[in-house]
């Protein structure tokens, strides 16, 4: 199992990015899937999740200006990002919550990261 993420790059403050990740590969299904972030010096911290039905769930901090989806169909997340402020300057990872093929277990997978620069 894989997962790609794809987008990012620099922008201005108060622009908007958007990022998506798929994940591929012997799939069995896919419980949740989400964002997190990690800026230099500081730990990997959540910035969203959503359940497979659709249910979000925000960090205080990008509330009201992220947005998280996903298509099942697709096994692919997004992540749009507006108002983008320097904090939200870090390399960007995105999560699935993974059962592979012929097993029962669900386990977390990782995508390679990808840097969001948010800058003037």
């Known amino acids: 199992v894989q997962l790609q993420a794809s987008g990012g790059g620099l922008v201005q403050p108060g622009g908007s990015l958007g990022l998506s990740c798929a994940a591929s590969?012997?799939?069995?299904?896919?419980?949740?899937m989400g964002w997190y972030r990690q800026a230099p010096g500081k730990q990997r911290e959540l910035v969203a999740t959503i359940t497979i039905g659709g249910f979000p769930n925000y960090a205080d901090s990008v509330k009201g200006r992220f947005t998280i989806s996903r298509d099942n169909g697709k096994n692919t997340v997004y992540l749009q990002m507006n108002s983008l402020k320097p904090e939200d300057t870090a390399v960007y990872y995105c999560?699935?919550?993974?059962?592979?093929?012929?097993?029962?277990?669900?386990?977390?997978?990782w995508g390679q990261g990808t840097q969001v620069t948010v800058s003037s």
């Open positions: 999560n699935a919550n993974i059962r592979q093929a012929r097993s029962i277990l669900y386990k977390d997978f």
């Open positions: 590969g012997s799939i069995g299904s896919i419980s949740d």
